[in-house]
């Protein structure tokens, strides 16, 4: 069963508790900043920036995709992920996935999980 704490959200950002330890924001403080960024300048794919700690321990992530909101499988299939910068303690990362032939949408979200 899921520890119902780590998937509260006590400072009301929208953000739950072990999504912010993954990318190393402050669970109390309503004002981080999760960076989280769509691009979307580059045809025949979709990408986002995302933020991850490098002081987690126990705790993992990926972005998935899929090409409805309102059913279907999030999948990782054929998502990359890049290191976009190193700043210290946490990384800004990319992960990107290709829009097949046929894909008239596709949507991305960041998952995270205890290991």
Not at 4 to 33: H, K, T
Not at 87 to 93: A, I, K, L, P, Q
């Amino acid at each position: 069963p899921k520890d119902p704490e780590q998937w509260a959200d006590p400072d009301g950002d929208g953000l739950a508790n072990l999504v912010e330890y993954f990318m190393g924001l402050s669970p109390v403080d309503g004002a981080s900043e999760a960076g989280m960024v769509m691009d979307v300048g580059t045809p025949g794919q979709v990408s986002m920036q995302y933020r991850r700690s490098k002081l987690i321990q126990g705790v993992a992530g990926g972005m998935k995709w899929r090409n409805s909101l309102m059913d279907g499988e999030w999948s990782a299939d054929m998502v990359t992920d890049e290191l976009v910068t190193d700043h210290g303690d946490y990384e800004t990362r990319r992960a990107t996935a290709p829009v097949q032939e046929g894909e008239t949408k596709k949507f991305m979200r960041l998952e995270v999980w205890e290991e």
